[in-house]
């Protein structure tokens, strides 16, 4: 299992920015797919989730509204659509699958919104 975040960069405040989640060795379409991030001395937390037909999808209460998770079951790639970007986005965003119980991680890509 291979994941790959790419998109993250420097932004300003009402910035917007697109990530993406490259993936591989597993069969993508059958998974719930996540976006986490984690800020400096914090936990990691959950940010968006995402069924295997893109047909439902979950939002962590601080993004809803502004984010918005997607997948190209075709490329095998899973997008984080990010709008009205805030100073407290600021983290690593992770992209994340679990499989028979195992959690696997992307090197993730990391997200600055500052003025």
């Known amino acids: 299992v291979q994941l790959v975040e790419s998109g993250g960069g420097l932004v300003q405040p009402g910035g917007s920015l697109r990530l993406s989640c490259a993936t591989s060795?597993?069969?993508?379409?059958?998974?719930?797919m996540r976006w986490y991030r984690q800020a400096p001395g914090k936990e990691r937390e959950l940010v968006a989730g995402i069924s295997s037909a893109g047909g439902s999808t979950n939002y962590a209460d601080s993004v809803k509204g502004r984010f918005t998770i997607s997948r190209d079951n075709a490329k095998n790639t899973v997008y984080l659509q990010m709008n009205s970007l805030k100073p407290e986005d600021t983290a690593v965003y992770y992209c994340?699958?679990?499989?028979?119980?195992?959690?696997?991680w992307g090197q993730g890509t990391q997200v600055t919104v500052s003025s």
């Open positions: 994340s699958v679990r499989r028979w119980a195992v959690d696997y």
């Open positions: 060795g597993f069969t993508f379409s059958n998974n719930y």
